[in-house]
């Protein structure tokens, strides 16, 4: 049997650093170019769309103790409305901004509709088709946390390129 749940503690922990460290790449960036460009676009929608699964995760987990399957429904339905806005706005904002979406992007862009996607799936079997398995959970998790280790790890790849790319045009032209 595959138990999680002795892990939800570091799942949360997990997600208050990835909000941090997408908030601090942001600033990374902006110091970087000064300009806007993919990456800056990518980095704020990210750092955004975090803050406010972490604000609804605040004010939903302290309801499971009284309305357990209300709150189960929110959850499902905030987060995938979460990841699947956190897509199309950073797709939206390219194209509004006649910005060519670059690899991070897109990458990002992939990661959160597979994050929104994997969490209806989840959503639909646990609440509306009754399937509650301990495997699938495990997966769940992992796959959710796993996105969000992604996601981090990418944004601080890109933002030290364009920290370092700055360092070495400063010494160029210095």
């Known amino acids: 049997m595959l138990d999680v749940s002795r892990y939800y503690e570091y799942f949360v922990l997990l997600g208050v650093y990835v909000v941090y460290i997408n908030i601090f790449c942001a600033l ?3 110091y970087s170019s ?3 460009n993919s990456a800056l676009i ?3 929608t990210v ?3 975090n803050l406010t699964m972490k604000y609804a995760q605040s004010e939903m987990t302290p309801m499971f103790k009284t309305d357990l399957a209300l709150v189960q429904h929110l959850w499902y339905v905030v ?3 979460c990841w699947l806005i956190s897509a199309y706005v950073i797709y939206r904002l390219h194209e509004l901004l006649e910005i060519e979406l670059g690899k991070f992007a897109k990458t990002i862009v ?3 509709l597979f994050a929104g996607c994997f969490t209806l799936v989840k959503y639909i079997s646990r609440m509306h088709l009754g399937i509650d398995s301990d495997v699938f959970n495990g997966l769940y998790s992992g796959m959710i946390n796993a996105v969000n ?3 981090a790890t ?3 790849g890109v933002t030290l390129t364009a920290l370092v790319l700055k360092f070495m045009y400063y010494k160029r032209t210095c």
């Open 110 to 112: 992939f990661a959160s």
């Open 28 to 30: 990374g960036v902006i």
């Open 149 to 151: 280790v992604t996601v």
């Open 47 to 49: 750092a955004l769309i």
């Open 154 to 156: 990418l944004s601080i």
């Open 79 to 81: 987060f995938s409305v």
């Open 42 to 44: 990518t980095l704020l």
């Open 34 to 36: 000064k300009r806007v």
